[in-house]
């Protein structure tokens, strides 16, 4: 578990540390949640700084866009590794990380 998700404001982002690594994750203006990388494999951006709509994330320094479903990049760069979000019943935001005992952070 990553803290309650009202911590994110709608359209944004925000950065994790999960596991000796930097997860972004997103609370799209729908209320969903997405969970990418949160450094731009190009020069190393804060992906959690990025603007966001439905379907990408711009990354702020280079402009680099990147699906928030694959993470695959539409403008040259390396993708990112995306990983499962949700949000529980106490609207607290759970990551499904790989590296993780049992597969969660619960």
């Not at 944004?12 to 949160?38: H, I, K, M, N, Y």
Request: charge should be negative; aromatic fraction near 6%; glycine fraction near 10%.
């Amino acid at each position: 578990m990553l803290g309650p998700v009202d911590q994110i404001p709608f359209g944004e982002g925000r950065a994790f540390g999960v596991d000796a690594e930097q997860v972004a994750v997103f609370r799209l203006r729908d209320g969903t949640l997405r969970a990418l990388s949160a450094v731009c494999p190009h020069r190393g951006g804060p992906i959690a700084d990025g603007t966001i709509d439905r379907e990408v994330v711009i990354c702020p320094l280079h402009q680099h866009a990147f699906s928030l479903e694959t993470g695959c990049s539409s403008t040259g760069a390396e993708p990112l590794r995306t990983y499962s979000v949700q949000e529980d019943a106490e609207q607290n935001i759970v990551l499904n990380y790989p590296h993780m005992r049992g597969n969660s952070l619960a």
